[in-house]
């Protein structure tokens, strides 16, 4: 048994100049090419998820603490080189508050913030630029308190509707700063699968066999198109300006052929050629968590020097030449939900910022607060020029 239904809603136009269509273009082929990089690293078998606006939002105020060589080697990784620092805080900015209220069926919550030590000066241009741009929320924590890194994950958890939870097990002595965005997406299909078509169907696994799963089935009216590599289906929510795209390899394709033919430019182009078509779709219901670590990915990608002690060069964030700042970390956890009645997601995307740890040793206390001996000496002979002994400092 299965339902019709067509698409029969338009969506909410987004008015985006040429550079803007350009920045986003570029965005995207970052997206991409993080996305193929992490896959070469998964086992084939594995589900995998990333969240390429998140990972790019948490860069993107990253970036603006970088100068020099790593400012240049975090715009290549990004994929913006030739732009101002002006136009990718304006494209990102862009991209961000263009995604937000677009549709009442779908909700949608773009979330950044910095947490840093208390005790670790941060340039005052260098929030503002963040506060401006990516609307982050800005807090010094006493990283040494035990409950800093409940702080910091419940932030987490409130802004993915607690679907992404403690991601920062502890805070290390030399971490001083981590940068963090948070995406959350909640949308109903705009025509939800009937429950009664769901039913247990053939899915292939590659060195298994008659393996099935908890499959949906519906007839629709869907954009779709075909590639010399895969078919794409169109699968909108609410009023179409969100939808899933589903790319299936064709027979004698497979997953990684079709993530190996992906750039930001094709996508534009065979995107723009999707038509409609009455389609009975069938697939299955899923759900998964991941958890990856990007710092190997976005060294691939030509961004390696940030992660680098003694190179990195984040001196807007903080300009000390000898306690340096540099990027120990990028972890990004992600969340999906499918069902018949739509897609629930959730990405974090955590940068962390560490110091040189022969500078970050925590202070050992001397406190000078019983009766002590001094010394006068020398420096080169260590000679003692005078000693003596303090029992009472009033006397």
Same mark, same amino acid.
């Given at each position: 048994?299965?339902?019709?239904? +067509?698409? $029969?809603? %338009?969506? =909410?136009?987004?008015?985006?100049? @040429?550079?803007?269509? /350009?920045?986003? &273009?570029? #965005?995207?082929?970052?997206?991409?090419?993080?996305?193929?990089?992490?896959?070469?690293?998964?086992?084939?078998?594995?589900?995998?998820?990333?969240?390429?606006?998140?990972?790019?939002?948490?860069?993107?105020?990253?970036?603006? +603490?970088? $100068?020099? %060589?790593? =400012?240049?080697?975090?715009?290549? @990784?990004?994929?913006? /080189?030739?732009? &101002?620092? #002006?136009?990718?805080?304006?494209?990102?900015?862009?991209?961000?508050?263009?995604?937000?209220?677009?549709?009442?069926?779908?909700?949608?919550?773009?979330?950044?913030?910095?947490?840093?030590?208390?005790?670790?000066?941060?340039?005052?241009?260098?929030?503002?630029?963040?506060?401006?741009?990516?609307? @982050?929320?800005?807090?010094?924590?006493?990283?040494? #308190?035990?409950q800093?890194?409940?702080?910091?994950?419940?932030?987490?958890?409130?802004?993915?509707?607690?679907?992404?939870?403690?991601?920062?097990?502890?805070?290390?002595?030399?971490?001083?700063?981590?940068?963090?965005?948070?995406?959350?997406f909640?949308?109903?299909?705009?025509?939800?699968?009937?429950?009664?078509?769901?039913?247990?169907?053939?899915?292939?696994?590659?060195?298994?066999?008659?393996?099935k799963?908890?499959?949906?089935?519906?007839?629709?009216?869907?954009r779709?198109?075909?590639?010399?590599?895969?078919?794409?289906?169109?699968?909108?929510?609410?009023?179409?300006?969100?939808?899933m795209i589903?790319l299936?390899?064709?027979?004698?394709?497979?997953?990684?052929?079709?993530?190996?033919?992906?750039?930001?430019?094709?996508?534009?182009?065979?995107?723009?050629?999707?038509?409609?078509t009455?389609?009975?779709?069938?697939?299955?219901?899923?759900?998964?968590?991941?958890?990856?670590?990007?710092?190997?990915?976005?060294?691939?990608?030509?961004?390696?020097?940030?992660?680098?002690?003694?190179?990195?060069?984040?001196?807007?964030?903080?300009?000390?030449?000898?306690?340096?700042?540099?990027?120990?970390?990028?972890?990004?956890?992600?969340?999906?939900?499918?069902?018949?009645?739509?897609?629930?997601?959730?990405?974090?995307?955590?940068?962390?910022?560490?110091?040189?740890?022969?500078?970050?040793?925590?202070?050992?206390?001397?406190?000078?607060?019983?009766?002590?001996?001094?010394?006068?000496?020398?420096?080169?002979?260590?000679?003692?020029?005078?000693?003596?002994?303090?029992?009472?400092?009033?006397?």
């Open positions: 048994m299965s339902c019709k239904a +067509g698409n $029969d809603s %338009t969506y =909410k136009k987004i008015p985006l100049t @040429a550079q803007e269509r /350009q920045l986003i &273009t570029h #965005s995207n082929t970052f997206g991409l090419d993080l996305f193929r990089t992490v896959n070469v690293a998964e086992a084939d078998t594995s589900n995998l998820m990333i969240s390429p606006v998140s990972v790019a939002l948490a860069l993107g105020m990253t970036y603006n +603490g970088a $100068d020099g %060589t790593t =400012k240049t080697a975090m715009e290549q @990784a990004l994929r913006m /080189q030739g732009f &101002t620092d #002006s136009e990718i805080n304006k494209a990102y900015r862009k991209l961000m508050l263009s995604l937000l209220s677009l549709d009442p069926q779908v909700q949608l919550s773009i979330a950044n913030s910095i947490w840093y030590r208390n005790t670790f000066n941060v340039q005052q241009s260098f929030i503002d630029i963040n506060k401006m741009n990516y609307d @982050a929320e800005i807090a010094a924590l006493d990283f040494k #308190s035990p800093s890194p409940g702080i910091i994950n419940k932030w987490i958890a409130g802004k993915t509707n607690d679907k992404i939870k403690n991601v920062i097990k502890s805070i290390d002595p030399q971490t001083v700063m981590f940068l963090v965005n948070a995406i959350y909640n949308g109903k299909w705009k025509h939800p699968f009937d429950e009664k078509n769901t039913s247990l169907r053939p899915f292939i696994i590659p060195g298994e066999t008659n393996h799963v908890m499959s949906m089935m519906m007839n629709a009216n869907f779709h198109g075909a590639q010399p590599d895969f078919d794409a289906i169109e699968i909108p929510y609410g009023q179409g300006n969100y939808n589903i299936l390899p064709n027979k004698d394709k497979t997953v990684n052929d079709v993530i190996a033919s992906l750039n930001g430019e094709n996508l534009d182009e065979w995107m723009n050629r999707m038509k409609e009455d389609v009975q779709l069938t697939m299955p219901k899923f759900k998964f968590s991941f958890e990856k670590q990007l710092g190997n990915a976005l060294t691939g990608m030509g961004m390696g020097i940030a992660f680098d002690s003694d190179k990195a060069n984040f001196a807007k964030i903080n300009p000390d030449p000898i306690n340096k700042l540099f990027i120990s970390q990028v972890q990004h956890n992600t969340f999906v939900d499918v069902s018949e009645k739509g897609t629930e997601a959730a990405a974090v995307t955590t940068i962390r910022g560490d110091l040189q740890a022969i500078w970050v040793r925590e202070p050992y206390l001397f406190t000078v607060d019983r009766p002590f001996v001094f010394m006068i000496t020398e420096k080169e002979t260590h000679a003692v020029m005078f000693i003596g002994k303090v029992m009472n400092p009033h006397l």
